[in-house]
């Protein structure tokens, strides 16, 4: 997946001079995790900047860039070191638009490594993608597989306003498939439908795709047709794919990495009684990581949802 | 126009690096048992810090940050401190952190992917190790603010590196303690490389110790390879802010001889001739040559130093082997000091589904 991501970069860079690429180490080393390599050969040490080691820097650069006619795609190196940048990011960044009223706005793509499961050190395994969700004229999007983030970055460059962009860091290497590079985006804002079910509805995005497909496998075995939606765009959510799917289903999983306590999968539990209550055959499941600080990686696995977990919340829902 | 402010750096040197004096000893360097006590802990932290990359390298230790060529500044740093002060390290100050009593074994468990790791046995009162980048200099600028208020004889060290001078946190903690003259001293490890990015990239300042300048705090500049200047500074300086006479800042000129860490690759980024010429400087070879000139040391007295530190790291490295697994309820100690019901519940499920690597089978 992570050469997905260079790639979309490098099309996109050839395609638009105005998009940059800033960040810490994303030039001659290529970004710790190669997400940005060969793109400083490519296009030189203007459009693809080391930035000096601070994250404030990094969001604050980007709003003064992008409101001034440039599209910076800025790489925070793990995402549990954002958070200095987050006053750049709520309070600037995402409002820069509307206090304006229209006259400047932010074209920037913020792109992170996400969760765990890489036996990574202290705060290099965070899923704290909630607090991202929670603030107003943000998208927040996560990728599940090479193709998607291919072209899902490249809707987020394209996109005139901010992007979080979450890379989980279990597929960066664990994932491969043949991309095209041919510049196609796929649409933010929506959902994708990985596998199709009638029985059990089950939303997840980012590495949790993985569990959650071998769960939906599991199922399928005892004879559960588990639908599986990426939901991709975390913010804003695409309730149409969600509600379509319950409206099949009646019963409704949600995993994801990241604590449970006012997470994403509250809000689409939300949604969904809101909107479709009376379609629900059984309680809402969700299968998340507990309320507690993500471990250090002896502990990981036993913080991240199981497959046993997601299969046992599904039949759960099916009261078997 | 009137000149309103100068300012000059001082860059200090006792022993260079062919293991001459090219200044006057300071009273701790007069006495040769100290001198073999330093000597041997930074031989202490390079043995220890190879065998925890090795450890690395076979699967049996996470992502390690090796100290190779930190070990004067981090044996001249704990040298200088007293027992009651409080670190507030980095992630790669192993040395002083030896020094102070924190077991290589303890090392290993944190890096070994274990929160234990982090509750020190001996310096209670220090920092755990911090990943995010300068936020522990405000913790020392806070814990010297407590030091004040109680009025006690104490001093807070901050760790801090090249790249790390970049972060507002640090300007704020530089400014805080020099606005309240806290008794707190930053040491900026400057060892050249901010994972990929040199120092040129990070800043135009033609120093580091100059950011102090700023703040109203004297920096200095010193030879982060030579124990005696490191010692000799720092310990100029915590003796200082002890007394109530305010902060200061040191930096400590030295070079990271290895990777930023195990995942990095610094034969990507960074010449080859630079690493190999940095070799001609690194602290040991100079106390060694130092040593010998003395005849405090023979070839018979090094051999059995590397053997005694390599017995002391095999027993940590047993020790840290033998460390039976923490069980699920792990994630949820020490969470809050008495724990919510809904946390309960869910240290219930995390039991019920626990895989084999922790500790409930």
């Known amino acids: 997946m992570v050469e997905a991501i260079a790639m979309a970069h490098g099309w996109e860079m050839q395609h638009d001079a105005s998009v940059v690429v800033i960040g810490q180490d994303v030039g001659a080393n290529g970004g710790v995790f190669r997400a940005t390599a060969g793109l400083q050969e490519r296009f030189g040490k203007q459009r693809v900047q080391d930035t000096p080691l601070a994250e404030a820097t990094i969001a604050g650069m980007a709003v003064g860039m992008a409101t001034h006619g440039l599209k910076p795609v800025a790489e925070i190196q793990f995402m549990g070191f954002m958070y200095p ?33 890489i036996h990574a050190p202290e705060h290099h395994s965070e899923s704290t993608e909630a607090m991202l969700c929670h603030i107003p004229g943000l998208r927040v999007v996560c990728p599940s597989s090479p193709a998607r983030a291919y072209g899902l970055l490249l809707a987020a460059i394209r996109n005139p306003d901010p992007v979080i962009f979450l890379e989980p860091v279990r597929l960066y290497r664990a994932m491969r498939q043949e991309v095209q590079d041919d510049g196609r985006a796929l649409p933010l804002d929506a959902s994708f439908v ?18 959650t497909l071998r769960a939906a496998a599991e199922l399928d075995a005892r004879g559960i047709g588990a639908e599986v ?31 449970r306590n006012a997470g994403v999968g509250a809000e689409i539990a939300a949604l969904v009684c809101e909107h479709a209550l009376y379609d629900l055959e059984a309680p809402i499941q969700r299968v998340t990581g507990y309320d507690t600080v993500m471990p250090l990686f002896k502990l990981e696995l036993d913080y991240m949802p199981s497959v046993r977990r997601i299969v046992d919340a599904a039949l759960l829902t099916l009261e078997l | 126009m009137t000149i309103v402010a100068e300012f000059t750096i001082r860059y200090r040197r006792i022993l260079d690096p062919n293991g001459q004096l ?7 360097a007069q006495h040769s048992a100290e001198l073999l006590r330093m000597y041997r802990a930074m031989t202490q932290a390079r043995v220890f810090d190879a065998k925890a990359v ?56 944190y890096w070994g992917g274990d929160e234990r790791g982090s509750d020190f046995a001996g310096p209670r009162q220090d920092f755990a190790w911090c990943v995010p980048i300068a936020t522990q200099t405000l913790h020392a600028a806070g814990a010297a603010m407590a030091f004040k208020i109680r009025g006690e004889r104490r001093c807070a060290v901050a760790y801090i590196g090249d790249g790390g001078t970049s972060e507002g946190a640090f300007y704020e903690a530089l400014n805080l303690a020099g606005a309240r003259a806290l008794p707190v001293v930053f040491v900026v490890v400057n060892n050249g490389w901010a994972i990929s990015v040199p120092v040129a990239e ?20 010193v030879d982060g390879n030579d124990v005696f200047a490191v010692r000799a500074a720092v310990g100029e300086a915590v003796e200082a802010a002890r007394r109530g006479a305010g902060p200061a800042l040191i930096e400590a000129l030295t070079y990271r001889l290895s990777d930023h860490t195990t995942s990095d690759d610094a034969s990507r980024y960074r010449p080859a001739a630079e690493l190999r010429a940095a070799w001609a400087t690194e602290p040991l070879l100079r106390m060694r040559r130092y040593l010998l000139e003395l005849r405090l040391w023979t070839e018979a007295d090094e051999q059995e130093l590397q053997r005694q530190c390599a017995a002391e790291v095999e027993a940590a490295v047993s020790a840290y082997l033998a460390t039976p697994a923490q069980s699920t ?23 019920k589904y626990a895989t084999k690597s922790s500790g409930h089978h």
């Open chain 2, 54 to 109: 090795n450890l690395q390298r076979t699967g049996q230790l996470g992502t390690y940050p090796s100290c190779l060529g930190h070990e004067a500044t981090h044996i001249g740093v704990g040298a200088a401190m007293n027992p009651d002060d409080v670190l507030a390290p980095v992630y790669r100050e192993f040395g002083t952190q030896l020094w102070r009593g924190v077991s290589m074994a303890e090392i290993l468990v």
């Open chain 1, 85 to 117: 940048a987050l006053d750049q990011i709520v309070n600037h960044m995402t409002r820069m638009r509307y206090r304006t009223r229209g006259r400047l706005s932010c074209p920037v793509v913020m792109r992170m490594p996400h969760g765990g499961g």
């Open chain 1, 194 to 211: 990985l596998r199709e079910g009638s029985d059990v509805t089950i939303v997840t995005w980012g590495a949790t795709t993985l569990e």
């Open chain 2, 202 to 221: 990070q800043t135009a300042a033609q120093t580091l110790a100059q950011k102090a300048v700023a703040a109203g705090i004297p920096g200095v500049q």
């Open chain 2, 329 to 351: 309820d792990a994630m949820f100690d020490h969470l809050f000091a008495e724990l919510p019901a809904h946390l309960r519940a869910q240290r219930a499920t995390a039991r």
């Open chain 2, 22 to 28: 090219v200044a006057p000893l300071p009273e701790f």
């Open chain 1, 229 to 259: 939606i990426d939901l991709a765009t975390l913010s804003p959510i695409d309730s149409e794919t969600i509600l379509e799917s319950v409206a099949k289903t009646g019963r409704l999983v949600i995993a994801h990495e990241a604590a």
